[in-house]
């Protein structure tokens, strides 16, 4: 089997969990036999293939970064031109015959439908988020609507990385969920460090994220524990009001802003952390909650993210409820049996979630479609 | 030990465990040691009022009927055995006093035997000194005395918690028998239908047959089970290929009606089982008090480790299975000397309907992978939220003891 895939992030370049999802799958699936061309447009970093099956096609450059939220009038038609341009860029660039054409949200999208009827193969598409997600529901644009509802209507198949996003692919998009297959994600185990009083933040600092419900948790535990430590590690268009909000708190002395960090920096504050955070406001799956588990950190994620449907060792709250939210990091840092038993769980369960079990997953959906 | 043919008598056993308990409130760490706290306000009332009502309806009223019809039908020769807990009663009088009336109604017909248990439902079994089991049981023993003028012979642990020393203080108590689970881990090849003694005292234990218990217990509704669906004709005919003295049918009351719904057909099961059992010839049915005096123990049982009947393990480790429940169970166990040199009463009390076993049990971690029955029975979201708010309960109480 041989399948053109098409995506915008692989490691070493990385702003998400589609980075992530697209260098495990393609990886898992070039192990299980299949041929993978992975096209994604060329950056800084040049992405490397380790494995035979895999090949890594990058085609040109592009100004758009996927997570960046055109507001401006005059940005919006520079920016929408740029997409238009990639995706011409892709479709000229694929050469050859494929059985399967699998693009991962909006970006790809345009590219993965003019493949389609190019060249005649199913398409596949992954859906890790959708623009409700990414603008924490409350102002959608619907230029991305638009693409994405085009791309999931034309779509053989579609992927959603959980239940939750499935039902905003049928509510939202329209979609008959037949065609809709759920496929959790999974993790490349990271290592347990020394454990300290760290209760940890980490991700894009955008509204979808929910960083402010964090600071507003900390203000709580840190009157109740004045030694603890909390770290916000990211970048993202909300950093300054962060940092507004944590001297108006009066806990910017407990706070640490990292800023971007590097993969080998993501992996050491993990393993040393006691505690890890994940109050997103909307949250299709959250890996990053799975690598804290896996680095052997209790984790606390929101009730509705994607992760809290499938892993059972975690806590789980509701994003808006700092109080609860504060209760549990208190416990955590408080009631160590509580640690222990939680983190020893999370580790075991996370042996579960494989990328293997993803690739398997993923080939069954293409065998429907060919 | 199901085949052959046989013409010697067999008894059927049936007892039920009747329990509800004392559900907590949500508690906030940062509401520990707050000086409005009263730990009258540990539990929830609304909520354990609506789960009370809820189950009454669905199982309590509706079995103790059927139940007594059937010993009306069958001129007292069905018979039942009921191990009610000091929580249920207490259940009972709050909120809907005609229960006990029923129960009493029941125990009138003469074919109704109850057993003893500890009030609380508790691990008080498994303290280092075994004072406070002792005052939990004396405690049911008076509830049953002053409810029913009647008392028990046969002493049931919580859960079927059972070892050596708990059946050494069960005989010096003066209990002629006592219960546990029909484990093969304490009878290897030997059948669970006689009665066996313990190793070093003398006492009748009988043992639940866990098979045919569990066919109607866990596996009535199990459509993917090869013995569903469960008729009572086709459970009265395996009875009647058992070999043996006593087929012990020890099961949760709620099994019927709330385990499994009326629409199972649960209740045509039982309405029709006494029927179909006297079809054959060598079955009849014994209370618990009239087993032990009709049949003499066949063996020795030795067992220096708790068992239960609990999960798929049968020991303890649904209660004391991870660090988070042993640290409560410490915590609570630690807190006895205080509040007994304490002297105020309440707040033995509110000690004590924490050492319900249930609280322990929603912190449970096992299967937790496999969303197995722990979650049915909690009101919880997972383990780790039922350790946050006992724990946070626990510290509080440690705090208004001092």
């Known amino acids: ?370 | 030990m199901c085949t052959g043919e046989q013409y010697k008598m067999t008894s059927v056993c049936i007892y039920f465990e009747v329990h509800q308990p004392m559900r907590l409130n949500r508690f906030s760490v940062f509401n520990i040691g707050n000086k409005n706290n009263h730990h009258s306000h540990y539990f929830d009332k609304k909520l354990n009022q609506q789960i009370f009502e809820k189950v009454a309806k669905k199982c309590y009223l509706p079995t103790n009927k059927l139940i007594l019809d059937l010993i009306k039908k069958h001129d007292g020769k069905f018979k039942v055995s009921y191990s009610l807990t000091g929580t249920f009663i207490e259940y009972c009088e709050t909120y809907m006093p005609e229960l006990i009336d029923s129960f009493r109604e029941l125990f009138k017909t003469g074919s109704v035997d109850f057993i003893e248990e500890t009030y609380y439902h508790s691990l008080s079994s498994l303290y280092d000194e075994l004072d406070e089991f002792e005052d939990q049981i004396k405690q049911h023993n008076k509830m049953i005395k002053k409810i029913f003028n009647y008392k028990p012979r046969v002493f049931r642990n919580t859960e079927a918690i059972y070892d050596n020393r708990i059946a050494k203080k069960i005989s010096d108590m003066g209990y002629q028998g006592i219960i546990t689970e029909g484990s093969e881990k304490i009878l290897n090849w030997r059948s669970p239908n006689y009665l066996y003694k313990p190793i070093n005292t003398d006492l009748k234990v009988l043992l639940r047959n866990y098979n045919l218990s569990d066919d109607v217990g866990f596996r009535f509704s199990a459509k993917l089970w090869p013995g569903h669906p469960l008729t009572a004709d086709k459970y009265a005919t395996w009875m009647s290929h058992c070999e043996g003295d006593l087929i012990n049918l020890f099961m949760d009351y709620e099994t019927f009606g709330e385990h499994h719904w009326d629409d199972t057909g649960i209740f045509d099961f039982l309405k029709h089982l006494p029927g179909e059992v006297f079809k054959h010839k060598h079955i009849d049915f014994v209370t618990v008090s009239e087993a032990i005096k009709r049949y003499n123990t066949v063996g020795e049982i030795d067992v220096p480790w708790a068992i239960s009947w609990a999960d798929e393990d049968r020991d303890v480790s649904t209660w004391l299975g991870n660090d988070m429940q042993v640290a409560c169970f410490n915590e609570l166990k630690n807190l006895g000397r205080s509040i007994k040199q304490n002297k105020n009463k309440n707040l033995l009390k509110t000690w004590r309907l924490l050492q319900t076993s249930d609280h322990l049990y929603y912190c449970s971690t096992k299967g937790l992978n496999d969303g197995d029955v722990h979650a049915y029975f909690s009101h919880y979201d997972g383990p780790y939220d039922g350790f946050i708010n006992y724990m946070n309960i626990l510290q509080d109480l440690k705090q208004q003891i001092h």
């Open chain 1, 1 to 370: 089997m041989k399948v053109a895939m098409i995506g915008w992030e692989y490691p070493p370049f990385k702003a998400g969990g589609l980075a992530t999802h697209c260098y495990g799958l393609t990886r898992s699936l070039a192990d299980k036999n299949v041929k993978v061309d992975f096209y994604m447009p060329k950056t800084k970093h040049s992405a490397k293939s380790d494995k035979p099956n895999l090949f890594i096609k990058e085609v040109g450059e592009t100004e758009v970064f996927p997570y960046d939220r055109p507001n401006v009038k005059e940005l919006e038609g520079k920016f929408y031109d740029a997409v238009y341009k990639y995706n011409e860029m892709v479709v000229s660039s694929v050469k050859g015959k494929y059985d399967v054409i699998h693009c991962h949200d909006w970006l790809t999208m345009k590219a993965g439908v003019e493949l389609k009827e190019k060249t005649g193969a199913p398409l596949v598409i992954t859906v890790h988020s959708t623009e409700y997600d990414r603008s924490g529901w409350l102002s959608p644009n619907q230029w991305f609507i638009d693409l994405e509802k085009e791309g999931m209507q034309k779509a053989d198949k579609i992927i959603a990385v959980s239940h939750f996003t499935k039902r905003v692919i049928i509510d939202k998009y329209g979609i008959d969920p037949n065609k809709i297959e759920v496929v959790h994600n999974a993790v490349y185990p990271i290592c347990e460090g020394q454990k300290k009083d760290i209760v940890l933040f980490l991700g894009r600092l955008t509204i979808q994220k929910g960083p402010e419900f964090f600071l507003k948790a900390a203000k709580k535990v840190i009157e109740y524990k004045p030694n603890s430590q909390f770290v916000v590690a990211g970048m993202g268009d909300m950093l300054p009001k962060l940092i507004d909000q944590a001297v108006e708190l009066g806990i910017s002395n407990k706070v640490i802003f990292t800023g971007l960090i590097s993969d080998e920096e993501v992996k050491h504050i993990y393993g040393i952390s006691s505690v890890y955070v994940m109050p997103s406001v909307s949250e299709p799956f959250g890996i990053t909650a799975l690598e804290a588990i896996s680095a052997g950190t209790p984790t606390i994620v929101s009730k509705t993210a994607g992760v809290a449907e499938t892993f059972k060792n975690c806590l789980k709250v509701d994003f808006w409820d700092t109080d609860e939210m504060a209760n549990k990091i208190v416990s955590l840092l408080k009631y160590k049996p509580l640690h222990k038993t939680i983190s020893n769980e999370g580790k075991n369960e996370i042996n579960l979630f494989t990328w293997h079990r993803v690739a398997d997953r993923t080939i069954d959906v293409y065998r429907r479609t060919i």
